[in-house]
């Protein structure tokens, strides 16, 4: 029962530790989510630019390439032999014309578009600079409160590994299955009372609880594991541990 009551102990102790982080891990998930959503936007838009910048490109390549077809059948047209053979390159060249227009007049808009999208590209920026500096605060705070606990917290999880390899496996079994419940799985009887829950504990029950050291005995009302009141722990006896 020492070793229950110290598990106890130490897993009030680690419960504690982990309230004063509060809410700050659920408010660094968050802001995380946010800071990878102003990411994920942000390589979207210059997705969206690297498209049109290769469009551009490749539509400069095109048109200087249009351009001199036009040019090669021009020339081509005063060595034709009849009017069937000019009426053809004629139309070879209003089409390679018209061809030429139109991916004129797209890359017009596309530079306008890409000129709009830059615009939206820098607020983007700068929400998702924004997004960072508040990740990066709010997990500077939990990092702080985690390196203060360290030395603590690694000392009770040391301790409590070498409890629970030495208590009987069925007794950390019943405890753990009870800790999902009730964060304070065993506890002393108080005044005839279960001081987790506070229902009275028959009489019986203390005189066989304090008879029976090794056995477990749990309040019939909220399923705690019941200690004896006179059982002392002191928290000097973890240093030996």
Sequence with gaps: M??????????????????????????????????????????????????????V????????????KEEALAKQQFLVRNN???????????????????????????????????????????????????YDDRKAMLDNIASDQNDTVKDYNRKRKTIVLTLDQDYVQEYERIRKFHK???????KNSCSGCFSSVPSQKIVELRNNPEKLFLCENCGRILLDEELYFDESLLDNI
């Design 57 to 68: 490109a490749t539509a400069k390549v095109t048109l200087v390439e249009l351009k001199e």
């Design 84 to 134: 069937k053979e000019f009426d053809a390159i004629t139309k070879e060249i209003d089409h390679l014309k018209h061809e030429h227009e139109s991916l004129s007049t797209r890359m017009r808009t596309e530079g306008l578009k890409e000129e709009n999208i830059n615009r939206i590209l820098l607020d983007q920026i700068k929400d998702q600079e924004k997004a960072q500096e508040e």
């Design 184 to 190: 304070d799985a065993a506890v002393q009887v108080r």
């Design 2 to 55: 020492h070793y229950l009551a110290a598990l106890s102990f130490i897993d009030s102790e680690l419960d504690e530790l982990q309230e004063e982080f509060g809410d700050l891990p659920d408010q660094v998930h968050g802001k995380l989510e946010n800071l990878e959503r102003a990411k994920a936007i942000v390589d979207e838009t210059r997705g969206i630019l690297d498209e049109i910048k290769n469009f």
